[in-house]
């Protein structure tokens, strides 16, 4: 019984020491935490910078408010080959031959972000050089990426092409290869949006990149992931 007793306080010696360094080390680090807050609070409010370009420029026009970009659809046996066409500022990305058909720019699922200040507009030369259908259209997305193989469903179409003041048909039919058509949106509001293909299936299959038009951009540019 007594070696049983002995044992116990041994243990509530322990717990207690434990619980007193525990306490120290609690301690110490509630005052170096509170040493580490500034001394008196931020008395001025930061102002506001606007973002430095951290992309790449595209050609636009400051009078018009307008940004040129072209687009293309590369065929699978393009991508193969090494990247170093220029499409009016957009450099293209192949991305190893993944992204056959269901590219805009060798780029595909929104690694090419297009960045425009906010309400300009944009006009895209859109050319598929694919032996596929395809066209090209703005979506004020609902979801974060193409879930419907109909990308409307999945958001607003703002602007669309082929076919832009007839009805949004011709942009699931698309273009046949060799053939160019152009989009234009006029004042783009605030906010992040896709340009996707309407063909069906073919945003769901990675055919869309992103465009933001934001108040803190000062001069339009994209990046590509
Ligand atoms: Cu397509």
Redesign the pocket.
């Known amino acids: 019984m007594r070696k049983i007793e002995k044992a116990e306080s041994r243990i509530t010696i322990a717990v207690v020491a434990i619980a007193v360094i525990i306490l120290a080390v609690a301690m110490i680090y509630l005052v170096s935490y509170q040493r580490a807050l500034p001394v008196s609070p931020q008395t001025s409010t930061p102002t506001p910078t606007k973002a430095p370009i951290t992309g790449k420029r595209l050609p636009h026009d400051d009078s018009n408010k307008t940004v040129y970009v072209t687009l293309v659809?590369h065929h699978e046996s393009e991508i193969k080959q090494e990247g170093g066409e220029k499409c009016e500022g957009i450099h293209i990305m192949f991305d190893g031959g993944k992204e056959g058909h269901?590219n805009f720019n060798g780029s595909s699922n929104g690694k090419l972000v297009i960045y425009i200040p906010a309400e300009w507009s944009l006009v895209v030369k859109y050319i598929n050089e694919d032996d596929?259908p395809?066209?090209v259209g703005i979506i004020a997305n609902n979801t974060p990426t193409p879930r419907s193989a109909d990308p409307t469903k999945d958001g607003k179409l703002i602007a669309w092409a082929p076919d832009g003041k007839l009805g949004i048909s011709g942009y699931k039919e698309?273009i046949g290869q060799g053939e160019t058509t152009v989009m234009i949106a006029t004042s783009i509001p605030k906010g992040v949006y896709w340009i996707a293909?309407g063909?069906p299936g073919?945003a769901m299959s990675g055919?869309w990149i992103a465009l933001v038009s934001s108040d803190t951009v000062t001069e339009p540019y994209y990046i590509t992931a």
Do not use: E, I
Request: hydrophobic share 20%; glycine share 10%.
């Open positions: 659809t269901y596929l395809h066209s698309g293909c063909v073919h055919q």
